[in-house]
């Protein structure tokens, strides 16, 4: 079910999965970026899933910032929600070197964490929600 959607970005919950999504579909600054998440997290705390898609491949750069805010406030408080303080996390990446760096950024903070976070990067959407919900 789809919850927010702008130029931007789509956000919602896979009733049949049982998981958050966020689709970035274009380059965006950083208010967009940090509203996304904050939409994302709106819809995990209420349905607290323990699994979230991100498709990243329309995102283009982020700022070492909205990494930051990512690792630091977005994963703490998603993580917070989660069924004993563990989240599955399954990223959609583009060929871009730059933004794919920045995930890579993001996941190697993710696996700093105390918390037992999962992520995987996949190229396929059918890939990464099969892991997902498997």
């Not at 965006?28 to 607290?48: C, L, N, P, T, W």
């Not at 408080?77 to 070197?97: H, Q, T, Y």
């Not at 999962?118 to 892991?131: I, N």
Request: aromatic share 10%; glycine share 6%; net charge neutral.
């Amino acid at each position: 079910m789809e919850h927010h959607c702008c130029d931007y970005t789509t956000v919602g919950f896979d009733e049949k999965g049982k998981y958050t999504y966020m689709r970035i579909k274009q380059k965006g600054d950083s208010d967009q970026f940090r509203m996304a998440h904050d939409k994302v997290f709106e819809i995990y705390k209420k349905e607290q899933p323990g699994r979230h898609l991100a498709d990243t491949r329309g995102m283009g750069v982020v700022s070492l910032d909205d990494q930051k805010f990512v690792s630091q406030n977005f994963l703490p408080r998603v993580v917070e929600f989660s069924p004993n303080n563990c989240i599955k996390i399954a990223v959609l990446v583009s060929e871009d070197a730059f933004s794919k760096f920045a995930v890579e950024s993001i996941g190697k903070k993710m696996s700093e964490m105390p918390a037992n976070i999962q992520h995987k990067m996949f190229k396929s959407e059918e890939e990464a929600v099969g892991w997902l919900c498997a």
